[in-house]
């Protein structure tokens, strides 16, 4: 059927649309289009819902490009997706009503029509704000927690750790015991917030020298934990700091996601004497693997927002016509936290 107009349900809605792939070039607001449509037909088994936050990552970047990916990329035409919430307007099935707050996969267009199973119920009183439900905590804290399993008294590295899931991570990792931190990011303005706000003890800059000699400086004892977002130089410096029966969490590979080429494969050159002579562990990491992580995560975020012992470091861009931007100042390295989009 398809969803009529009536108060309140305006009878099109807009949605991004990729115009063409990314090779060899950064992402600008021309790889974009704000496209006018009519409001999605609802099946049997489906809702229809506003989107109120979308979010934005740093694989949309990668799922931009003509790379062979291990998960479906954009297609030049056709509308974008990623993490959102909303509210649900209409409803075909049972299991949801209007008025109910959900996640769903399809941000990038202000209306979507959602299997039931796919649309995520949220509860209202969860955590304090919507929009916290965007948060890629539960990623660091799986990481952390299962992949690596931070300890009393570790020395914890974190790659990328100006991202959505490394400005989080340093936080989890005080939270669960270390008691020095580092973290690495792309400018001294971005490390000062990473050490005064977000629970780091020292930075590591990109371009501020040798990133071995500048972790050697911070962690003189080497580390214990390693959650990586990057890939490349900084997991192999890693390495070469890993201290005995070392856990190495591995998550992203930032390193080729925003580079020029927009790949997926991160090279570097692991020296397997150093891994086995060190019993160092080297782990993937994936909160699709672990269905029961996100309800944790949230009872978990939900007390720290609210005894003030977790922060959620975000940027909020107003209006979906906002989203390319927020995209292309993601992809430079423009924000500390998680990149939202409010609808």
């Known amino acids: ?43 049997p088994g489906q809702v229809l819902v506003r989107t109120r936050f979308m979010a934005v990552t740093a694989a949309m970047r990668t799922r931009m490009t003509a790379a062979r990916l291990p998960m479906p990329s954009f297609e030049p035409g056709r509308p974008l997706w990623g993490s959102a919430v909303g509210e649900v307007v209409a409803a075909e099935g049972a299991a949801l009503a209007p008025g109910d707050l ?12 959602v299997d039931e199973a796919r649309a995520q119920r949220l509860a209202p009183d969860a955590l304090p704000f919507p929009a916290a439900h965007l948060s890629q905590g539960a990623t660091a804290w799986g990481a952390l927690r299962r ?28 939270r669960l015991g270390a008691t020095r931190v580092i ?9 000062s917030r990473l050490r005064t706000e977000l629970g780091y003890d020292a930075t590591v800059v990109r371009g501020a020298g040798p990133i071995e000699e500048q972790l050697r400086r911070a ?38 996601q925003m580079g020029e080429g927009g ?11 150093l891994i086995i002579t060190r019993r160092v562990a ?14 944790q995560w949230t009872a978990e975020f939900g007390r720290g927002l609210r005894d003030g012992s977790l922060a959620f470091p975000h940027v909020l861009l107003q209006g979906i016509a906002q989203a390319p931007r927020a995209l292309c100042e993601l992809t430079q390295g423009r924000h500390v936290g998680s990149v939202l989009v409010e609808l």
């Open 219 to 256: 962690a003189p004892d080497g580390i214990d934990v390693l959650l990586d977002l990057v890939g490349g130089e900084q997991l192999r410096a890693a390495l070469a700091l890993a201290r005995p029966e070392a856990r190495f969490a591995l998550v992203g590979a930032l390193s080729s």
């Open 147 to 174: 992949a690596a399993g931070v300890r009393p008294g570790d020395t914890v590295f974190v790659s990328g750790a100006a991202g959505g899931v490394g400005s989080m991570a340093g936080q989890l990792a005080r």
């Open 263 to 273: 790949g997926v494969v991160s090279p570097v050159e692991l020296d397997a004497g």
């Open 183 to 191: 973290g690495s990011t792309g400018s001294e303005a971005k490390a």
């Open 102 to 113: 959900v996640h769903h996969p399809y941000g990038w267009r202000e209306f979507a029509a």
């Open 282 to 295: 080297l782990r993937g990491f994936g909160v699709y693997a672990h269905p029961d992580l996100p309800a």
């Open 1 to 43: 059927m398809t969803v009529p107009a009536a108060p309140g349900l305006p009878a099109v809605h807009r949605e991004v649309r990729l115009v063409r792939q990314v090779s060899g070039e950064q992402v600008t607001e021309r790889h974009f289009e704000l496209a006018e449509v009519p409001l999605p037909a609802l099946q």
